[in-house]
């Protein structure tokens, strides 16, 4: 998990200055779930959101097949993801609880985005569907979600 500095939300060019993976995780996890999803449509994937109670932060987004989990971190469990997600925040944050649920909002609309306070595509400094797409070029999928599937044969069998 990533926490940058207080305020760089509210600046354009130092959000899109960070490293990928913290502009990822921490504002544009919804980009790279919905660029993911349409560059692989034959993986059975969907995205799911980790909702916080009110009064806190903490949503993310990311995509699963149930079983393997994609986010700015890349691959992993998703009950993996979860926990860490989970962990993350409610030690920072005294009391964190959420819900997960299933995304049912359209993820590059701009409208529908900004009713759950978050930016779509085209209120970011640049294209950051193009980022997304760079992002993913850099994994060797198939490996890395054959070796996610290895490892949970792993966690059922012993």
């Not at 500095?5 to 980009?31: E, L, M, S, V």
């Not at 860490?84 to 005294?94: D, I, M, S």
């Not at 009713?115 to 779509?120: F, N, S």
Request: aromatic share 16%; with cysteine; glycine share 6%.
């Amino acid at each position: 998990m990533y926490f940058p500095k207080p305020g760089i939300k509210k600046h354009p060019k130092k959000r899109w200055n960070q490293p990928d993976r913290t502009f990822f995780g921490f504002g544009a996890c919804h980009i790279l779930a919905s660029v993911y999803l349409e560059k692989f449509t034959d993986k059975g994937f969907y995205a799911l959101r980790i909702m916080p109670k009110a009064g806190f932060y903490g949503n993310h987004i990311f995509v699963t097949d149930g079983i393997v989990a994609f986010d700015f971190h890349g691959y992993s469990l998703k009950s993996q993801l979860i926990a860490h997600f989970w962990k993350g925040w409610a030690e920072r944050n005294p009391g964190w609880e959420a819900c997960i649920e299933v995304v049912d909002f359209p993820l590059l609309e701009t409208a529908s985005l900004n009713q759950r306070k978050m930016l779509g595509p085209n209120q970011y400094l640049h294209s950051p569907i193009e980022r997304a797409e760079k992002f993913l070029n850099r994994f060797d999928h198939e490996r890395l979600i054959l070796s996610v599937y290895q490892k949970a044969r792993k966690h059922l069998i012993y």
